[in-house]
């Protein structure tokens, strides 16, 4: 075989090589396209670092998994009509599946139900909803988490002290929980006085107006605890401008940064910290099996730490404090 035949052969084998490897090339993006699942993500409010967290790990999973992400929340925590207008809407979209993180546990309950039979897996994350359709729960075991913050208040105040409890929306299931522990553990101490547990609607000022009211009406209150990251900041604010620093032990959740300073000034003695990066990065990667038709389990505990301190510079304590939140 002459020379310019042999070329001419390698050269339509390379063309029917290249024109393969197109179709191939296609057909792989075709499928990876056809591939996307669409999951809405609904959470309490559409602000604050805890959410944003949340938001940061929900994100990281959707370009893992190959996610269209809607992202919804309403403006204000106490607002459960705008969260079921949501999911109305989602289930009219005909979304592959729902993560729900829901401000009022038996608000939520029917339209969740709906979803399902919809044939939409919803996957609970942050705080559970009263429905037996979910396909798991994501996020802290709170019952546990008020009692961490309970044992660790009372190693400071002592067994003979008042207490007060400022929680955040009333009916959210986590608030709940979180309380339930809390006086479960107080209940062991007969000398303590629980003086309240106020509700400030995840609203700063108004939890600090609460503090300042329950600081003036019981003069020997020793201790409080705040059972989220709004709570917690109008506690220490109202702390701080009252000058009782260190005479009131101080016990918050979530890790704000307002508050990661007054732990540094020792207003706060103690933190119980979540995992939203987790709760967000897990509720995805769950949502996606579930709209695959995966079995996955019914609950996914991503822990609480109590920090303070003695363990904050702890390098896995560090990684929870400061998720580089943009």
């Known amino acids: 075989m002459n020379r310019s035949k042999l070329v001419g052969r390698f050269v339509v084998l390379a063309l029917l090589f ?22 809405d993500m609904i959470v309490k409010m559409d602000h604050g670092d805890y959410w944003k967290t949340v938001k940061m ?18 403006t204000n925590e106490n607002d459960y009509a705008a969260q079921i207008q949501m999911m109305k809407q989602s289930i009219a979209d005909h979304t592959e599946a729902i993560i729900l993180s829901a401000s ?52 400071l105040t002592g067994p003979d002290s008042e207490i007060g409890i400022i929680n955040f929306v009333q009916g959210a299931r986590n608030a709940d929980q979180r ?11 007969s000398g303590i006085h629980l003086v309240g547990n106020v509700y400030c609607g ?18 020997h209150l020793e201790g409080i605890v705040a059972l989220n990251a709004e709570a917690s900041i109008g506690v220490g604010k109202a702390i701080d401008a009252t000058g009782q620093g260190g005479h009131i032990q101080l016990i918050t959740f979530d890790n704000p940064p307002e508050m990661l300073e007054k732990l540094q000034e020792k207003i706060v003695q103690a933190m119980v910290v979540q995992n939203p990066y987790s ?3 897990l509720a995805v990667k769950s949502a996606v099996e579930a709209a695959e038709g995966k079995d996955i389990a019914e609950r996914l505990d991503t822990g609480t730490k109590l920090i303070d301190l003695d363990n904050m510079l702890w390098p896995e304590n560090q990684k929870l404090l400061f998720p580089f939140v943009k």
Do not use: W
């Open 57 to 74: 790990g929900a994100e990281v999973a959707a370009k893992e998994y190959n996610v269209q992400l809607n992202f919804k929340a309403p």
């Open 279 to 281: 709760n967000g990065y």
């Open 202 to 219: 995840s609203d700063e000022l108004k939890a600090k107006r609460l503090t300042q009211q329950m600081i003036l009406e019981y003069p």
């Open 104 to 155: 009022d546990y038996m608000a939520l309950a029917q339209v969740t139900d709906q979803a399902s039979y919809a044939g939409i897996p919803v996957i609970s994350m942050d705080a559970e909803v009263a429905s037996t359709k979910v396909k798991t729960y994501i996020g802290a075991n709170n019952y546990e988490a008020g009692q961490k913050a309970a044992q660790r208040l009372i190693q």
């Open 179 to 189: 309380a339930e522990g809390f006086m479960d553990y107080v209940a062991r101490f």
């Open 18 to 39: 290249l024109s393969a490897a197109s179709c191939s090339l296609h057909a792989d993006l075709g499928q990876k396209s056809s591939a996307v699942t669409h999951v």
